[in-house]
């Protein structure tokens, strides 16, 4: 079984700050997957980027990034210059291989606020 | 192409009703997944199917059921509704494993 521990329930700021936010996950699994998805108010859930196990170098996407350390078992996420439209909910989840049949564990979300 | 459909969007039922929640894709997909998102939790997963024909629980299957008769369609069944169910509940599809999983919209269930 695979566990996610997402560290912050809930982060305030103010706009143009960045933010960060941290995953850490526990798995037997000696190859696996990770997922990050955003729920904005409306409540979709809109798929961000997807790393494996394999791969620790580190991804920046416009004004996204993730650093993801296998050693730590630690998947972060960070907003550089947030803005308001970034204010959701932020879920890490791993997805197993063998034992699992692929399916993911979503941690409890962290909720990010960017205000004005 | 409409992605996860799920219908209905919103639902009221009183405690001892039953329902159908439907979900339906166009993708062609092999994996489908029923979750449930309770206030300020993440999503846990009540059922998954790996193609037609095959259902399997989740961490969360009691009180609800499944089938997967076609390659599109995954219904998921409430059977003697509970104030506990009032969830939303999501539907999400994939083509292969290690791959995003495509969301519905969600269907929001209050039970009465």
């Known amino acids: 079984a695979q566990k996610v521990t997402q560290v912050q329930t809930e982060i305030s700021v103010v706009e143009k700050e960045d933010v960060t936010l941290d995953c850490v996950y526990e798995?037997?699994?000696?190859?696996?997957?990770l997922f990050w998805y955003k729920q904005p108010p409306s409540g979709e859930l809109v798929f961000l980027i997807r790393?494996?196990?394999?791969?620790?170098q580190n991804e920046i996407s416009g004004r996204y990034s993730w650093n993801f350390q296998k050693s730590t078992s630690s998947f972060n996420f960070t907003i550089t210059a947030s803005q308001v439209v970034d204010s959701a909910v932020y879920f890490c989840?791993?997805?197993?291989?063998?034992?699992?049949?692929?399916?993911?564990?979503f941690g409890k979300g962290t909720l990010l606020t960017v205000n004005p | 192409n409409a992605g996860v459909t799920q219908t209905p969007k919103f639902r009221i039922l009183k405690i001892g009703q039953s329902m159908t929640l439907q979900c339906a894709q166009d993708?062609?997909?092999?994996?489908m997944y029923w979750y449930r998102q309770d206030p300020g939790m993440g999503l846990k997963l009540i059922y998954y199917?790996?193609?037609?024909?095959?259902?399997d629980k989740g961490e969360v299957p009691n009180g609800y059921n499944v089938s997967r008769s076609t390659t599109e369609d995954f219904p998921l069944r409430l059977e003697l509704a509970a104030p506990s169910q009032t969830s939303v509940y999501f539907c999400?599809?994939?083509?292969?494993?290690?791959?995003?999983?495509?969301f519905g919209d969600g269907t929001r269930l209050s039970i009465l």
């Open positions: 798995t037997r699994d000696t190859t696996y997957y």
């Open positions: 999400a599809s994939k083509q292969f494993r290690n791959q995003p999983q495509h």
């Open positions: 790393r494996n196990s394999f791969d620790e």
């Open positions: 199917s790996v193609g037609a024909g095959i259902t």
């Open positions: 989840a791993p997805e197993g291989v063998r034992g699992s049949n692929y399916k993911l564990t």
């Open positions: 993708m062609n997909h092999n994996y």
